[in-house]
């Protein structure tokens, strides 16, 4: 199993493009989510799903949209990138029913710099 | 606003000495989970502790959850410089939520 893939791993945008950052998962897991990692803040969730078809906002959603429209994929899209957007972006994933809920599957980053 | 604080924030040992991390809230949390990052990694899951009391070891690495599900301590003896890197708490509330510390940076140097 590879486990949670993202890509790219770096990217630079302009202020002002777009882009979508890719997320894959190989263990079935239905919940998956999206953190951003800023130092000092430790991880803050900006969307999350439970399935196929079903999304929701976390802590931090503005400037960021989700689809979901297979278990295995969960691509984060930046509608129009500003610098506070700077971080370093994480997808995880687990099982969704009882204790292994909360056991969450990283992916190795993706390191975004907006200028 | 539920707030999960870790402490210290920031702790370089020689390696051999033993250490302790803590992560303290005011809310109660139905699991607590302790995750390790090493640079330009994503974190991944060192243990998960469930009732109030409970320790769990793993290998050098010990862990508790405080007695009334508030708090939880990670203690590493002997500590080596493969254990260095970024340790994060996590506790789940009854909301179906994680809430993360901020993270201890460890350093271990040879």
């Known amino acids: 199993n590879a486990g949670v893939t993202q890509t790219p791993k770096f990217q630079v945008l302009k202020t002002g493009q777009s882009m979508t950052l890719q997320c894959a998962q190989d263990?079935?897991?239905?919940?998956m989510s999206w953190y951003r990692q800023d130092p000092g803040m430790g991880l803050r969730l900006i969307h999350y799903s439970v399935g196929a078809g079903i999304t929701d906002q976390g802590e931090v959603p503005n400037g960021y949209n989700v689809s979901r429209s297979t278990t295995e994929d969960f691509p984060l899209r930046l509608l129009s990138a500003a610098p506070s957007q700077t971080s370093v972006y994480f997808c995880?994933?687990?099982?969704?029913?009882?204790?292994?809920?909360?056991?969450?599957?990283f992916g190795p980053g993706t390191r975004l710099t907006v200028t | 606003t539920q707030l999960l604080e870790q402490s210290p924030q920031f702790l370089s040992i020689q390696e051999g000495e033993n250490l302790t991390v803590y992560c303290n809230s005011s809310s109660v949390f139905s699991s607590l989970q302790w995750y390790r990052q090493e640079p330009g990694e994503g974190p991944v899951l060192l243990v998960t502790v469930v009732t109030g009391g409970e320790v769990k070891k793993l290998k050098r690495l010990t862990f508790q959850f405080g007695d009334a599900r508030k708090d939880s301590s990670l203690h590493i003896t002997a500590a080596q410089p493969g254990d260095t890197g970024l340790y994060l708490c996590?506790?789940?509330?009854?909301?179906?939520?994680?809430?993360w510390g901020a993270g201890t940076k460890l350093i271990i140097k040879p």
């Open positions: 995880a994933s687990s099982y969704s029913g009882g204790r292994e809920f909360y056991e969450q599957y």
């Open positions: 996590a506790g789940a509330d009854s909301n179906y939520q994680l809430i």
């Open positions: 263990m079935n897991h239905e919940y």
